[in-house]
């Protein structure tokens, strides 16, 4: 039983480019969150997700930034028009029952160069 | 609003010391979760331990032990006799039942020097 895939393992970016950060949830678990941790700071939640729908996006950036969850395939963060304040480490995280099941993939960490 | 706090930025000790990271938070529920993750430098994030706000016992799992006393709304994390795989960051967090979104802290550094 795999864990919770996320890939790439580390993303490098020029300012403006546009980052696609993909996470697979654990088989059988239908809800994904995605945290920021940025350098040096403990990880802050960014969007929950369930399958096509975004439940809560609280911690989102208003602009730049999307998530999302299809029916068929990983959830993908997506960031438009990086900055160099956006490098940090991206960490998915999928949940069967709450709040048992909560599993955080390894991240993926980008940077903005 | 939920707040988790972990005051010690940075610990170091010696190799075979104990150890405790402290961790308080503030909450309004009645029912929540408090967790422990360790982030070893290669910078994946590993479970610790998951306690309920209904369960006050502490538990201990070889040399990790846990307080929590609602008391003081604290969720205290001892290593004992330390080990330089023990170098890590470790964060403490707070689970909210409406929220479904774990809260962190800011985590603190442990070295352990051999």
């Known amino acids: 039983n ?13 300012r403006g480019q546009e980052a696609r950060l993909r996470c697979s949830p654990m088989k059988g678990h239908s809800h994904v969150y995605w945290y920021r941790q940025l350098p040096e700071e403990g990880l802050k939640f960014m969007v929950y997700l369930q399958k096509e729908n975004i439940i809560d996006e609280s911690g ?6 999307s998530a999302e969850f299809p029916k068929e395939g990983p959830s993908i963060l997506r960031i438009q028009q ?19 099941g909560y599993t955080f993939g390894s991240g993926t960490r980008l940077t903005v160069v | 609003a939920q707040k988790v706090t972990q005051a010690q930025t940075e610990i170091s000790v010696v190799e075979k010391e104990d150890v405790t990271l402290d961790c308080v938070y503030e909450t309004r529920d009645t029912t929540y979760y408090l ?57 403490c967090a707070l689970w909210r039942p409406d929220g479904n979104k774990l809260v962190f802290g800011a985590g603190t550094i442990l070295r352990v020097k051999s």
């Open chain 2, 35 to 91: 967790f422990w993750y360790k982030q070893p430098p290669s910078g994946e994030l590993v479970f610790l331990i998951r306690r309920n706000s209904f369960d006050e016992q502490n538990e201990i799992s070889g040399r990790y032990s846990w307080n929590f006393q609602k008391s003081t709304s604290s969720f205290n994390f001892t290593i004992t006799a330390s080990q330089v795989v023990d170098s890590a960051v470790y964060f």
């Open chain 1, 60 to 65: 989102m950036p208003k602009e730049r930034f």
């Open chain 1, 82 to 100: 990086v900055v160099r304040g956006d490098s940090a480490a991206y960490f998915c995280a999928s949940q069967g029952t709450a709040p048992y």
């Open chain 1, 2 to 14: 795999a864990g919770v895939m996320q890939n790439p393992r580390h993303l490098v970016r020029r």
